[in-house]
């Protein structure tokens, strides 16, 4: 397990904590009225701590080694909508960050300009993640979920309510706690390494977006970021595969139908993130009060 340098985390320490990416600038693009559906709602429900996961106060004893990060969300009561990023695993499930949508009585997916209401959300118990299904005609290709090595890794979304990329490498581990959702878990720090647009200050709406490798393998999910240091915030895989377990066993076992197969490196990662957009296997998601 690599560690960061006691100088990195100091200076952490002395920096305001990690806002979660759902920021001002997701506000701006959010769909009115126009797009509800009838009388519908979104049922957003808590899935059940089982054998698969760790609970918070189990995370804090495995954890005990990594410093700690604590990031603030929302309160739990809304008072805004907002938008955030979703990402296609396969077997018609999506994957997103917990904060883009809890507390949401709608929540749409944007596709194509077409917007579906997504009517049923399952949280992590003890993570920042969030899950749901979504039915359509075409399956677009998925983002693989293989072990490998955790390096340069990329990103791709629609930070400030439009579409863009980043790429980012890979500082340590460390403990992600949200105390308002009583959350504790592994996470990922990475460095901002590169931008597009190359005037994107905050990332906020890549908020739930995937980190991927250059080979389209899943990293981690973005969920916060530190904006006066260039740092991102990735939940860790173990998070979400056990989110994954409790919800399909068999997700995991995917592996050759339609995967996304792209090489990504620093030089055409918003190539590469603009046709993955365009596949349909990053989309926006939008809360709607």
């Given amino acids: 397990m690599k560690g960061l340098s006691n100088g990195f985390y100091i200076l952490v320490a002395i920096v305001s904590v990690l806002w979660s990416l759902l920021s001002t600038f997701e506000m701006e693009k959010t769909p009115g009225k126009s797009v509800r559906s009838g009388n ?8 059940e701590l089982n054998s698969s996961m760790l609970s918070s106060s189990e995370n804090r004893r495995k954890l005990r080694s990594l410093h700690k990060f604590t990031i603030k969300s929302d309160s739990k009561i809304r008072k805004r909508g907002g938008s955030g990023t979703a990402f296609y695993l396969g077997n018609n499930f999506w994957v997103t960050a917990r904060h883009v949508i ?3 009585p709608m929540v749409y997916m944007t596709n194509k300009g077409k917007n579906a209401l997504i009517e049923r959300i399952f949280l992590h118990p003890n993570s ?15 983002f693989n979920l293989n072990k490998g090595e955790i ?17 980012i490498k890979f500082r340590g581990f460390a403990a992600i706690e949200n105390k308002e ?14 931008r597009d647009p190359y005037n994107l200050q905050s990332i906020g709406g890549l ?12 990293k981690g999910v973005l969920v916060a970021e530190n904006v006066r240091r260039s740092l991102a915030i990735v939940v860790d895989m173990s998070s979400l595969r056990s989110l994954l ?24 990662f918003a190539l590469v993130g603009k046709k ?5 296997s990053i989309r926006q998601l939008f809360c709607v009060l």
Avoid at 151 to 167: E, L, M, N, T, Y
Avoid at 181 to 193: H, R, S
Wanted: proline content about 6%.
């Fill in 151 to 167: 390096k340069d890794v990329f990103s791709s979304g629609f930070p400030g309510g439009s579409p863009g990329d980043i790429a």
């Fill in 128 to 142: 920042d993640l969030a899950i749901f299904s979504h039915v359509e005609e075409n399956d677009p290709p998925f």
């Fill in 102 to 104: 809890d507390q949401c």
């Fill in 245 to 268: 377990l409790s919800v399909d066993s068999t997700l995991s076992s995917i592996s050759s139908y339609k995967p996304l197969s792209y090489e990504v490196d620093e030089n055409n």
């Fill in 207 to 218: 908020s739930g977006g995937p980190a991927y490798s250059k080979n389209n393998n899943l």
């Fill in 181 to 194: 959702y009583n959350i504790y878990e592994k996470g990922l720090i990475f460095t901002i390494t590169r």
């Fill in 40 to 47: 519908k709602l979104t049922e957003i429900s808590t899935l």
């Fill in 276 to 280: 993955i957009r365009d596949q349909s």
